[in-house]
């Protein structure tokens, strides 16, 4: 490995003391894993070369937020012409939808997706009014099977991602295989639509043909501007609690495997979707550990780190509540105890431990309203 080479990008942090962003170049070196950042505006070095484990060459991506020294900082620009070519060409972002059918399998579907390189960058379980399945649709206006495909794609939740990859485009087309479920199972029978689609209509799964497609529909699910785009599916009863899987977690591509096993366990996610948390946000939300737990201040750093996932779960399962399915908060003695749960099987520290999930149950509703009616709006 080349030890001088080295990558430049412009990246902005947002100093809430100053209430301002500042601007950095932040460079990266591969052979060593090492960064450096020079303040853009002073002319000055910031932060001499240091080692670095926790920022990776997959994590350099205009628009991206990566955590230095738990500041967050946005990548706003290539920072020369080098960095340009040779990690600017081929990312692109495609929009990965499941459809009403295969959203019980979305955790099989999801570790495919990480299995194949994509990072999953936006993520939102929703119902589609009969206006936006038209929208979506329009290039299927003229179809004698149209009514079908809107009444098929309305009758449920669907969970609609953007994921990120080389050449995503593509590649995510070579996942789903053929658009009928059938042929795919002669034709790719290890794809997506094989494996888990029914016929060309119920093929489980979607994603965009080129690349103005791709924006076209991304546009429609999670809208540039500040329109909110389709409605997310939280339900607000009284036996609901929330789950958040940690920013680590995400990173290290276990949420497939996360929603399976909450599956598995006999509990129902009616509400699910990816937030990038500020460090306000965190505060206001873990306000009730603040002062009660020593290692608050790890715990808001670690959320904001990176995207997260909440859901709202329904307490359905008869035998245990999904407070005792997360297992103790340290996943040390949650393996000793309660090797089943999932802060023994995916938790690595008390702060790196995989999920939150509410702890007093009066509390579900609120930290469910949250995240679904506070955040998403």
């Known amino acids: ?38 303040d853009v505006k002073n002319h000055r070095t910031f932060l001499k070369r240091t080692k670095y484990e926790d920022l990776h060459l997959e994590d350099l991506f205009i628009g991206n937020k990566v955590n230095v020294f738990s500041r967050q900082l946005v990548l706003i620009d290539y920072g020369d012409q080098y960095t340009a070519r040779q990690l600017g060409s081929k990312k692109e972002k495609t929009l990965a939808l499941i459809k009403p059918d295969a959203v019980s399998k979305a955790g099989e579907i999801i570790e495919i997706i990480n299995k194949a390189g994509f990072t999953l960058t936006k993520l939102k379980m929703m119902t589609l009014s009969r206006k936006e399945a038209t929208d979506f649709h329009i290039d299927h206006q003229s179809r004698p099977f149209l009514n079908e495909l809107i009444q098929f794609i309305t009758s ?23 658009a009928n479920s059938g042929l795919a199972r002669t034709d790719a029978p290890g794809s997506i639509r094989a494996v888990f689609g029914t016929d060309g209509i119920r093929n489980a799964a979607h994603g965009p043909d080129s690349l103005s497609c791709a924006a076209r529909e991304m546009e429609l699910f999670f809208p540039s501007s500040g329109v909110c785009g389709p409605a997310n599916t939280a339900k607000f009863t009284n036996c609901t609690t929330c789950c958040i899987v ?7 591509g276990l949420l497939g495997k996360i929603l399976m096993a909450i599956r598995d366990a006999g509990f ?9 948390m500020d460090r306000v946000n965190v505060e206001e939300f873990y306000e009730v550990y603040k002062g009660v737990v020593s290692e608050y201040n790890e715990m808001v750093t670690e959320m904001y780190s990176g995207p997260c996932v909440a859901m709202e779960i329904q307490q359905t399962n ?8 997360c297992g103790p ?49």
């Open 318 to 325: 008869p035998t245990m509540t999904f407070r005792e399915f």
């Open 1 to 38: 490995m080349n030890h001088s080479e080295r990558f430049v990008f412009i990246a902005e942090w947002y100093d809430p003391n100053a209430s301002l962003f500042r601007r950095y170049e932040l460079l990266f070196y591969p052979g060593d894993g090492s960064v450096e950042m020079h």
């Open 156 to 178: 449920g939740p669907i969970i609609a991602m953007e994921i990120l990859r080389d050449d995503a485009i593509c590649e995510w087309k070579k996942l789903l295989g053929p």
């Open 268 to 276: 129902e996610i009616s509400a699910m979707q990816m937030f990038n």
């Open 246 to 252: 940690k920013p680590h977690a995400i990173s290290e």
């Open 329 to 377: 908060a340290d996943p040390e003695i949650a393996r000793h105890l309660r090797p089943g749960t999932l802060r023994a099987i995916f938790g690595k520290t008390k702060i790196q431990n995989a999920v939150h999930c509410t702890d007093l149950p009066e509390d579900g509703l609120l930290e469910v309203q949250y995240f679904f009616k506070i955040l998403d709006n």
